[in-house]
């Protein structure tokens, strides 16, 4: 394969993935990882790419960016479909579970909503969510706050008092980016506080996130690893995401 045609292909990939690492390079083209960097290096230089931490994003990616909720229910829908599977697995027959927004948690709504489960107490400050389960035969416990159109997810003080008044059993959670020494984040304060105050709230802490989010750091910082429990993503994190996530007790689910 020619150069400009693997710079080409690159490029397509970063822009469809959102995020592509060194290895994964390496292996798909089959050339070394010193090439894939000179690779990478040249793209950045033309303004197609922001090289990261063991790979590459697309050049707008800044740590705010953040895309909105009708843009991002189009991307990784089968490895979302697996990840929130996968998610099922962990919610209990019965007690309490939070399910904070995003498209990930959205799709685990859509298959709790086709299980009966009387005795399980979904809280919820996400719009989409609680329209996925407000027929489904459980209980629903709704969060008010400011709506954020962004994600039509509530935010603000109101919430977070909200939450803080909760013990859950499990809370599934939603993160823009999952990194080793900067744990999760997400690109908007107001999100972050209602996301951490979800964290402090719950027994247990499962995060789901697609590949695109690891190693991947934004704005605001709103739990460490050592908070989360368990992470549910679609493929294997790079060794130094893994070896952190072993070292904070994470149990590790690939789905």
């Known amino acids: 394969m020619f150069a400009e045609e693997r710079y080409n292909r690159i490029a397509a990939l970063v822009a469809s993935e959102g995020r592509v690492s060194v290895a994964q ?4 083209f089959d050339i070394t990882k010193e090439t ?30 953040e895309l909105s909720l009708t843009s991002r229910e189009g991307r990784s829908q089968a490895e979302k479909a697996r990840i929130a599977k996968a998610a099922l697995a962990m919610v209990p ?11 990930t948690t ?14 399980l107490l979904i809280i919820t400050h996400s719009i989409p969510v609680a329209h996925a389960l407000i027929e489904a ?37 939603g ?7 900067f744990g999760l984040s997400t690109p908007d304060p107001e999100e972050a506080s209602v996301k951490a105050a979800i964290v402090r709230a719950a027994r247990r802490v499962v995060v789901l996130a697609d590949s695109s989010k690891l190693d991947a750091e934004t704005l605001m910082n709103f739990a460490s690893l050592s908070e989360v429990d368990a992470l549910i993503t679609d493929a294997q994190p790079e060794p130094e995401l893994e070896a952190a996530l072993r070292d904070a007790d994470v149990e590790l689910v690939i789905a």
């Open 25 to 28: 390079l390496a292996a798909r």
């Open 36 to 65: 894939v960097r000179r690779d990478l290096a040249l793209l950045e230089k033309d303004g197609v790419l922001r090289r990261v931490h063991g790979g590459a994003v697309p050049a707008n990616s800044a740590s705010t960016n």
């Open 93 to 103: 027959s019965e007690g309490s579970i939070v399910l904070d927004g995003g498209t």
């Open 106 to 119: 959205g799709a685990l709504a859509a298959l709790l909503a086709q299980e009966p489960a009387d005795q």
């Open 137 to 173: 035969p459980l209980q629903l416990e709704f969060i008010g706050g400011r709506m954020r159109g962004l994600t039509s997810a509530c935010v603000g003080s109101g919430t977070v008092a909200q939450y803080g008044s909760f013990r859950p059993d499990v809370a599934f959670v």
């Open 175 to 181: 993160a823009n980016g999952i990194h080793a020494a």
